[in-house]
Nanobody, 115 residues
Framework: QVQLVESGGGLVQPGGSLRLSCAASISAFSIYMMGWYRQAPGKQRELVATITSGGRTNYADSVKGRFTISRDNAKNTVYLQMNNLKPEDTAVYYC?????????WGQGTQVTVSS
């Protein structure tokens, strides 16, 4: 059974920073591709960033240069460092683990960017 638990969300002012964490209860965590997705009210869930087992990263154009995804395989944890946050980044952020097309989701953590 794969469990993903996100943390680190909250309320932040525009221009501020947050770091999200996703702790995974997965054996052989290092072989999974991990990702962060988000869903704003009334919108579809969208990809934010992914990181492969080899450490290769991919970002949505809207967050390039502001967000950084990383992973610590010793801690079974993936992170999303979010800088220069904008109101349009407001959403529920979900952690995803993928192995050969099989995916698992966390429950999500709310990020609200507002003054």
């Amino acid at each position: 059974q794969v469990q993903l638990v996100e943390s680190g969300g909250g309320l932040v002012q525009p221009g501020g920073s947050l770091r999200l964490s996703c702790a995974a209860s997965i054996s052989a965590f290092s072989i999974y591709m991990m990702g962060w997705y988000r869903q704003a009210p009334g919108k579809q869930r969208e990809l934010v960033a992914t990181i492969t087992s080899g450490g290769r990263t991919n970002y949505a154009d809207s967050v390039k240069g502001r967000f950084t995804i990383s992973r610590d395989n010793a801690k079974n944890t993936v992170y999303l460092q979010m800088n220069n946050l904008k109101p349009e980044d407001t959403a529920v952020y979900y952690c995803n683990a993928d192995y050969r097309g099989l995916g698992w989701w966390g429950q999500g953590t709310q990020v609200t960017v507002s003054s």
